[in-house]
Nanobody
Framework: QVQLVESGGGSVQAGGSLRLSCAAS????????MGWFRQAQGKEREGVAIIDSGGSTSYADSVKGRFTISRDSAENTLYLQMNSLKPEDSAMYYC????????????????WGQGTQVTVSS
């Protein structure tokens, strides 16, 4: 069973930065497709960034150039560095994993963390 635990959320002013972490069980981050997703209040969950087992990454257009997904296989931890944050980035951020091809499609993911809240004020 894959277990994922996010941390690092908080409140920040627009233009600021945060780094989210996702601690995973076993060797998940190096062998699974890993992704960050977010869900703003009243909106559907959406894909933010993904990284496959080979290290290739992909981002939603809304975060390209501002967010960076990375992993530390030795620590079995996934990261999301978020810079130049905007109020519209405010959401609950989730870490997820799937055993298969990598995609930003929410419904493809089998394993989810509990989420960490990010709030960006203007």
């Amino acid at each position: 069973q894959v277990q994922l635990v996010e941390s690092g959320g908080g409140s920040v002013q627009a233009g600021g930065s945060l780094r989210l972490s996702c601690a995973a069980s076993r060797d998940t981050v190096s062998s699974y497709c890993m992704g960050w997703f977010r869900q703003a209040q009243g909106k559907e969950r959406e894909g933010v960034a993904i990284i496959d087992s080979g290290g290739s990454t992909s981002y939603a257009d809304s975060v390209k150039g501002r967010f960076t997904i990375s992993r530390d296989s030795a620590e079995n931890t996934l990261y999301l560095q978020m810079n130049s944050l905007k109020p519209e980035d405010s959401a609950m951020y989730y870490c997820a994993a799937r055993d298969g091809y990598c995609t930003l499609e929410v419904l493809r993911y089998n394993y989810w963390g509990q989420g960490t809240q990010v709030t960006v004020s203007s």
